[in-house]
């Protein structure tokens, strides 16, 4: 099983709807989970960050953890044509003694089609 | 802060030559990462140094790479010699103790021939 998991999309959707993407970690012990946005050709950004189960809401995204069944998921509302990017999943696991690895899924790539 | 600084932005090197990339973390994160972005393997982690310790080179792939963050303003990753398969985007990243997010540099976009 690969450390974070996420489908690759792409995933369409059209402008105004709810976008959801999901995402499935190996590691129990995990305690950090992120959303990172990246536009074509540029760095990573943070859009969301999360370390409880439930939700957590900020503006038009949704954040969800669910520590029980190992996933994480992010809904975007009222989609818009400049949401669309890759959308990566991290996760800060515990491995081989130390704390700060950030492992990052493959991404799922999202279009908003106006 | 000027954020996370890398250079060069784009190397093209030819194959077998040493290659050292650049990496200025964020004045006071004492996280530093590397990762190499490639479409078929995604983002993945090479390294990372906690208070210029490195800690995990787990992903290094091979003997060829290295890295080294002499203080704490500075980290490089090298490659040498240098194969074609190498050509990818690679990120230096930066962050504070505990769980605050990760930032990333513009990316070194390396390409061996």
């Known amino acids: 099983q690969k450390e974070v998991e996420q489908n690759s999309g792409p995933l369409s959707v059209p402008e105004g709807a709810i976008a959801s993407l999901n995402c499935t970690y190996s590691?129990?012990?995990?305690?950090?989970f992120f959303w990172y946005r990246q536009y074509s050709g540029k760095s990573p950004e943070l859009i969301m960050s999360i370390y409880s189960n439930g939700d957590k809401e900020d503006g038009r995204f949704t954040a969800q953890l669910n520590k029980a069944s190992q996933y994480v998921s992010l809904l975007i509302r009222d989609s818009q044509p400049s949401d669309s990017a890759t959308y990566l999943c991290a996760v800060n696991m515990f491995k081989r003694g130390s704390q700060g690895n950030l492992i990052f899924g493959k991404g799922t790539k999202l279009s908003v089609k106006p | 802060d000027a954020g996370v600084i890398q250079s060069p932005r784009h190397e093209v090197t030819e194959m077998g030559q040493e290659v050292t990339l650049r990496c200025k973390p964020i004045s006071g994160h004492d996280y530093l990462f590397w990762y190499r972005q490639t479409m078929m393997r995604g983002l993945e982690l090479l390294i990372y140094f906690n208070n210029n310790v490195p800690i995990d080179d787990s992903g290094m792939p091979e003997d060829r790479f290295s890295a080294k963050m002499p203080n704490a303003s500075f980290s490089t990753l090298k490659i040498q010699p240098s194969e074609p398969r190498d050509s990818a985007v690679y990120f230096c990243?930066?962050?504070?103790?505990?769980?605050?997010?990760?930032?990333f540099g513009q990316g070194t976009r390396l390409t061996v021939v």
């Open positions: 590691d129990r012990g995990s305690q950090s």
């Open positions: 990243a930066s962050r504070t103790p505990g769980e605050a997010e990760a930032f």
